[in-house]
């Protein structure tokens, strides 16, 4: 019972200390500073040995300026025998407040000499430093640490500070120095390198890293700074010379091409495809195993897709069956079929064969994963055929094949969009009411976006005309019948105007347009939302757009500008708001980015 008694008691005193603590930090976060005051000091009081009450209570005098009493309070803690070293830098700073900056300058001193008798105390200095933006002394404390101990490690904290302090050189060796002692700190440093480098291989930033990974390559040949200048190069979109570095670390480490591989992606999603070619036939050339050099080849083909012109689309098919009779038609090659297909019915117009070379492929001894795959190209198809319901029989066994995976809730997001083109608006509804709540972000993003547009539009029009004439264009684009698509949304800017919709076929026209290369036009759709629709939703999505425009097409830098700009200070919680911030400093001739 007696113990009992005494938990009881522990417990009740414990819960006031909580109490009496949130008091005294409200009322110091709403500058009554008297009050919190009196409650820290109590609370001090009862709990000598917490600092973190010492400290709330010389904050306090501080605001109130009682700099004396402070100075009183900082002395009597130093000699009261513990060892907090960093009140030296409390002292120092509390002299700093009144100006006396040989006294501050002594203090913050002898926080520093206070290293020669222990290296440990070097974070707690250093953190008080950092927290009064005394950044050369903090600089100061942590190098002289690690010039005492060689245990001692704050290359993470100096590069923090380095970048503060503009100093890039130091910067960067500081994240290398920790990378060449944790490998697995090597993904953190290269997002704080995104920072500071950029696409543009003249910026400062991009020249200073490249020297000192070149230096520490001659210094010391590991292929972490291959790796390294592989990863700079390609933020240059310098692929080659990415390439070059790839190559070298191949050669020392053999068999795994899996970087010169991902490199290929990477080349040819920028449509660097010459250089994309050279990589990947490197990759035939060298692979080892059929299997790689399968997976070369159907790069290869992806770029033969992409680049060729109607005309060649025959010589396409023929490469593509050569392909398919040397390695067979079987579940190996299951992923260069399904591309084969999406050639047959997307491009060549044989959208029958495509549909019946995938339904034998499906009757395959195939994994669960690989007939979803198939089953949803062959899917596409149907849909690109307007076979809708075909279509949607397949979307519906693929839920059920694989229910656990994202490919289900692909399947479940193409089935409302099946059932939107259709018109069927109410079933494309239920779905993707499920959807947003997708553990996959993009699905979620993609499903609440379609649902916005089916419920805003349905509300006030019961018999959803405007709609589906918005669907069919929709179906249009994905046909790729783009000018047919531009003119069924002609007619909803035509004949309803000023409903809902408008400001949907404006900015889906104005893709179209950037799709058939007419900016002018793209632009003066995006020019008449912001005018007409700048407080609905898709104004960021017109902004966004006509300021990539004028950068990369109409070469006019400064409107460009402004659109990020507005981004910036108009729509803070825009998914466009990091990259138009970026690009904003970029064009603002900012050197660190």
Known sequence: MRKLCFILFLFIAATGFSQSDALAKNYYEQGQFQKALSIYEKLSKQNPYRLDYFMAMVAANQQLENFSETEKLLKEKLGDGRNFPQLYVELGYNYSLQSKTELASQYFNKAIEALDKNPNYAYNIGVTFEKYSLLDEAVSTYEKAMALSDKMDFNAQLAQIYGEQGKLEKMFNSYLNLIEKNLSFKAVAQRYFSLYTTEDPTNEANIILKKILLQRSQQNPDILYNDLLSWLFIQQKEYKKAFTQEKAIYKRIGEDLSGITDLAYITIADEDYDTGREIVNYIIDNSFT???????????????????????????????????????????????????????????????????????????????????????????????????????????????????????????????????????????????????????????????????????????????????????????????????????????????????????????????YEKTGEYVKAEFNYLKIIEFYNDDILADDAHYRLAKIYEEKLDQPDKAKAQYEAIIFNFADSIYFVEARKKYRSLRGDAIN
């Open 290 to 512: 059929p299997q790689n050099k399968l997976q070369g080849n159907q790069i290869l083909m992806k770029m033969e897709v992409k680049t060729a012109t109607p005309k060649e689309y025959t010589e396409v098919e023929k490469k593509f069956e050569s392909l398919l009779d040397e390695y067979g038609r079987n579940r190996e090659t299951y992923l260069l079929q399904i591309d084969y297909n999406h050639f047959l019915g997307f491009q060549h117009n044989k959208k029958e064969v495509a549909i019946e070379n995938l339904k034998a492929l499906a009757k395959e001894k195939l994994t669960p994963y690989q007939e979803a795959r198939v089953k949803m190209e062959l899917g596409d198809i149907l849909v690109f055929d307007e076979k809708f319901n075909e279509a949607l029989i397949y979307y519906s066994q693929i839920q059920k094949k694989v229910q656990n995976d994202v490919l289900a809730q692909e399947a479940r997001f193409k089935v409302a969009r099946t059932s939107y083109f259709k018109g069927d608006f109410e079933w494309a509804q239920v779905q993707l009411d499920v959807l947003k709540k997708s553990t996959s972000q993009l699905m979620a993003n993609d499903a609440m976006q379609l649902s916005l547009l089916i419920r805003d539009n349905s509300l006030e029009d019961s018999t959803q005309t405007a709609l589906k004439k918005y669907a069919r264009a929709d179906l249009l684009e994905f046909q790729d019948k783009d000018a047919e698509a531009i003119t069924a949304l002609e007619d909803i800017l035509t004949n309803n105007k000023g409903e809902k919709i408008e400001d949907e076929a404006l900015l889906k026209q104005g893709e179209i």
